[in-house]
């Protein structure tokens, strides 16, 4: 089969190599032959090597998690030689014509081809699995920190859970008119110290009683959120740490009774996964505005650095294995 395999920084080698051992392989295993991949911000810092070279250079077709396929072969009663599945694959190493998932990170999809479509059940999995720790929230003021994949999914999802107020916020005008469009309320490019003026004035001086942070791999997110929530209000953190020790205002969280929520993946996949593509489904998230960019596998390097670039409106990138050459 085709693969990748990181060699080192920003550096991607095309490798041929023998397809997963299935016949090995655990009770409740697939085999799926990958047809679409997207990039997710928490594959970065191995592409760019923030994180140490020993964590992925002895891994191959590593990083990708967010995978649609068909069943080429099945060790599980849930799933049939033929299914399109969206699923997660072992060792997140998506980046390969096939690779391995277990049955219990994985779901069906509609078989009609749409890929492009199904392949967002993923992150919308992980943002329900988010939003079920704060649960309903009717009325309420939401400041969504990030507009990426993740942070427009928490948009809807807050427009979906009820909430009155919803103030999206990202440096992108491109991004923004996205999320205005599938729930937001307000949209404010603001990233000094007008934001806090700004939310203020459109939450009229109450705090937000919820803020996402959907940005990650930096610090000062996190201490905006702290600063934006209201007393006893909630955090709920998505964005990925690239350090094991952050510096917080710990001080102000303590002080207003607020809760600080960390999130990563969803660890009731069958259901939040299943969720996911029901909403889809049923209109209920509208996704397509998201795959903003295709590349054919053979120019995967050109994939990963539009993405980490942010240049031409991008917002999901997609990776077309049907497409290798």
């Not at 295993?29 to 990039?39: D, F, P």
């Not at 079920?132 to 807050?158: C, D, E, N, S």
């Not at 600063?227 to 001080?251: M, Q």
Request: hydrophobic content about 40%; some cysteine; charged content about 20%.
């Amino acid at each position: 089969m085709f693969g990748a395999k990181l060699t080192g920084p920003r550096q991607f080698e095309l490798i041929h190599r023998p397809a997963p051992d299935f016949e090995s392989a655990e009770p409740g295993s697939i085999l799926v032959k990958t047809h679409r991949a997207t990039i997710c911000g928490s594959d970065m810092p191995y592409y760019l090597g923030v994180h140490g070279p020993s964590q992925y250079m002895a891994q191959e077709c590593f990083p990708a998690h967010e995978c649609v396929g068909e069943v080429v072969a099945t060790h599980s009663d849930q799933f049939a030689v033929g299914d399109a599945v969206m699923s997660q694959p072992d060792a997140f190493a998506g980046l390969g014509q096939y690779y391995m998932a277990r049955d219990w990170r994985s779901v069906k999809i509609p078989n009609d081809g749409d890929w492009n479509k199904w392949v967002v059940a993923q992150p919308l999995g992980t943002v329900i699995w988010g939003m079920r720790k704060v649960g309903a929230l009717f009325h309420q003021r939401v400041v969504v920190l990030g507009q990426g994949a993740i942070g427009l999914l928490a948009t809807q999802m807050a427009a979906n859970l009820g909430a009155s107020t919803i103030i999206a916020v990202d440096p992108h005008p491109y991004r923004l008119d996205v999320a205005a469009a599938t729930g937001a309320t307000h949209t404010l490019t603001h990233t000094d110290e007008s934001l806090y003026r700004a939310v203020n004035e459109i939450v009229q001086g109450q705090g937000a009683d919820l803020v996402v942070e959907a940005v990650g791999h930096q610090k000062e997110t996190l201490n905006t959120a702290i600063r934006l929530v209201k007393h006893s209000g909630t955090i709920l953190a998505f964005g990925v740490p690239d350090e094991n020790v952050y510096p917080i205002l710990y001080s102000e969280l303590f002080r207003k009774n607020a809760h600080l929520i960390t999130t990563v993946t969803a660890t009731d996949m069958p259901k939040d996964f299943a969720l996911a593509v029901q909403l889809i489904k049923a209109g209920r998230i509208n996704v397509t505005p998201f795959v903003t960019h295709e590349f054919p596998f053979s120019r995967l390097k050109e994939a990963f650095d539009l993405f980490h670039e942010r240049r031409d409106g991008v917002i999901k990138v997609m990776i077309n294995y049907d497409q290798a050459e």
